[in-house]
């Protein structure tokens, strides 16, 4: 059937359109809406029973006035100042070892990458059993030792180093993955000419490795930024906010406020707080990384 060139120019200008769209649908109601629908609410007093009134800053104030609140902060920058940098050096230094050839190579590959693919609450759950006061491994090691027992988890100086720990073994294994990327496409022949020039192994990862490695480092800075701040599961499992409330995060607060106490518009707002300290945090992190970095090569 004959088409006026008009018409099938205006099809062909729409195609793109559709291909899209799909995306466009899940962003608007998947991210989109929810998102100013949690602006609005964080603008309101509202639980399971009654209408929502509208208090305008109030959840905001009252959140900076509040002794729980600003606990959850500290906990959250201070797991945040230890976890980033580990999680950032740790895997560079297991991926610059692996990414060399050696017996067992793949073996160890597989054993250090693999704790990253079990789920969360299995990987919390052995370590409940590991760190466990009387029964657990590490303390029945303790004993063998004839040191005492400790109690990990239930001690206000190390339970926050323990839930460091267990995310950096259990989630390691995914920027190890991503460093193993880069470090396989890094061109070899400015190796080469680096050891003709008489660079030792030193020189070559700090001129050469490092700077090649700079955006990768960015991206993995922000991941990790992202995920302190969403910090829920280990939490959740390991200690319960506990203890005395010295492993309380602001994703762990948001969960207590939102679905223990059911003051939604307050639980709103905790998540805005969340999202401008994400984003500043971020951004002051990814611009002194990059200047410590300088302009790469």
Do not use: C
């Amino acid at each position: 059937m004959w088409e006026p060139m008009a018409v099938k120019k205006k099809r062909r200008d729409l195609t793109p359109f559709f291909f899209i769209l799909p995306f466009m649908v899940f962003f608007v109601v998947f991210i989109l809406i929810p998102l100013v629908h949690g602006l609005i609410l964080s603008f309101q007093e509202w639980s399971l029973l009654g209408e929502p009134i509208f208090v305008g800053l109030e959840n905001y104030i009252e959140l900076l006035s509040i002794r729980r609140f600003k606990a959850a902060v500290e906990n959250t920058l201070k797991f945040a100042v230890q976890s980033v940098p580990l999680l950032l050096i740790v895997p560079l230094l297991l991926a610059l070892l692996l990414n060399k050839k050696f017996v067992g190579q793949r073996l160890a590959q597989n054993a250090i990458i693999s704790p990253f693919l079990i789920p969360s609450s299995s990987v919390l759950l052995l370590w409940i059993w590991m760190l466990d006061t009387q029964t657990g491994m590490i303390n029945q090691a303790f004993k063998a030792l004839g040191l005492p027992n400790q109690a990990w988890l239930s001690r206000q100086g190390s339970a926050m180093g323990v839930i460091v720990f267990v995310t950096l073994w259990w989630t390691a294994g995914y920027n190890i993955i991503l460093y193993l990327s880069s470090l396989q496409d890094l061109p070899q022949d400015l190796y080469e000419a680096a050891s003709v020039d008489g660079a030792n192994g030193w020189d070559q990862f700090w001129h050469i490795t490092l700077p090649l490695l700079r955006n990768r480092m960015l991206f993995i800075t922000t991941l990790q930024i992202i995920a302190s701040f969403k910090l829920f599961d280990q939490v959740y499992i390991l200690t319960g906010g506990g203890p005395a409330g010295s492993t309380r995060t602001l994703a762990f607060y948001l969960y207590e406020t939102g679905f223990r106490d059911f003051m939604f518009g307050r639980a709103a707002a905790v998540s805005w707080y969340m999202f401008i300290m994400i984003a500043i945090f971020g951004l002051l992190q990814a611009k002194l990384l990059t200047r410590w970095l300088g302009e790469g090569v």
